[in-house]
């Protein structure tokens, strides 16, 4: 659906985008993150036609975005961070209007907007002035405009920024319903909903592509995911040795010694392996008590700082 090559965004001196390269398959939902100011936002406007690159090339369905471009935007529909809607049409009114700006036949122009009204919600609310809307239909009236059409594709940059948590929900359930027709492309600081909804990871940070992946296989490469806490009774010298020779352990950290005798361990192990059950073998083995084990399971929050943390 999607193929970047050494996309590139230059404003000055200053380099916004630098060679970015990926893919993004059909029927793939693909979280889009990085910090503010790592260029995501320059890169969806490369891809939607707002800005050309610098440098570089990209596809949309097989059409160059600078060359085909009209041909390109035909396939997908954008939802930009700040909707610009017409406080003083009705939502009927703005999305024909927008619907004869997209080139759609004026036949097929109520078909149209009827799919869009329904599908996002807003056929009881189709005649009200978009000036008395909340701040959660007005993003179900830009996502609306966005399926004008039914493009392939959707690019939907912060749908749920400003949106209270039960908005956040709407919007998210919409998503995930819109998804099973369209590659979706999501742009957003809230990680936990890209976890939820997302098959798909691309990091961006400072211009550059710092991953690309499924979230599982993120968070298992994680060095954090070989991270296992412990509390035992015992000789803690011979045990935390003991530890220290199996293959996949990298570190034994000693946290603390409870006045009851407690020792709390922390073992820091290859990511991708579990050495729990080797860890409880030894200490059983010295038959000494084992209270507590826990293997930490990373989330995509600890994947972003990773790749993104400055040094």
Request: aromatic fraction near 4%.
């Given at each position: 659906m999607i193929k970047a090559d050494h996309l590139s965004k230059t404003f000055g001196r200053f380099q916004a985008v630098k060679n970015a390269t990926f893919t993004i398959n059909k029927g793939e939902i693909v979280g889009f993150l990085g910090p503010n100011g790592a260029g995501k936002t320059t890169t969806l406007r490369m891809l939607t036609g707002y800005l050309p690159p610098s440098g570089g090339s990209a596809?949309?369905?097989?059409?160059?975005?600078?060359?085909?471009?009209?041909?390109?935007?035909k396939h997908l529909g954008y939802l930009p961070e700040h909707v610009p809607l017409y406080d003083d049409q009705r939502i009927t009114e703005y999305l024909k209007y927008r619907a004869r700006l997209k080139g759609i036949p004026s036949k097929k122009i109520w078909d149209s907007v009827s799919q869009s009204l329904e599908r996002c919600g807003l056929e009881n609310v189709h005649r009200k002035m978009i000036r008395t809307l909340s701040k959660g239909y007005r993003q179900r009236v830009g996502l609306a405009d966005a399926l004008l059409g039914s493009p392939d594709l959707l690019i939907l940059d912060e749908p749920t920024n400003g949106l209270d948590p039960n908005q956040i929900r709407q919007i998210r359930e919409l998503i995930k319903e819109l998804s099973k027709e369209h590659t979706i492309i999501l742009s957003t600081h809230i990680l936990s909903e890209v976890e939820m909804i997302c098959n798909k990871v691309i990091i961006i940070d400072q211009g550059i592509i710092k991953a690309e992946d499924t979230p599982s296989n993120l968070t298992s490469n994680l060095r954090a995911a070989g991270r296992i806490n412990l509390e035992f009774k015992g000789d803690l010298e011979k045990i935390t040795a003991m530890f220290e020779e199996i293959p996949a352990v990298k570190k034994v950290i000693f946290e603390?010694?409870?006045?009851?005798?407690?020792?709390?361990?922390?073992?820091?192990?290859?990511?991708?392996?579990?050495?729990?059950?080797?860890?409880?073998?030894?200490?059983?083995?010295?038959?000494?008590?084992?209270r507590h084990m826990y293997r930490h399971v990373p989330n995509l929050e600890e994947v972003f700082v990773e790749m993104t943390r400055r040094n």
């Open positions: 596809t949309i369905a097989g059409y160059d975005i600078v060359e085909q471009t009209l041909e390109a935007r603390e010694t409870s006045e009851d005798g407690w020792h709390t361990v922390t073992v820091r192990a290859e990511a991708g392996t579990d050495t729990r059950e080797k860890l409880a073998q030894i200490i059983v083995g010295q038959n000494c008590p084992l």
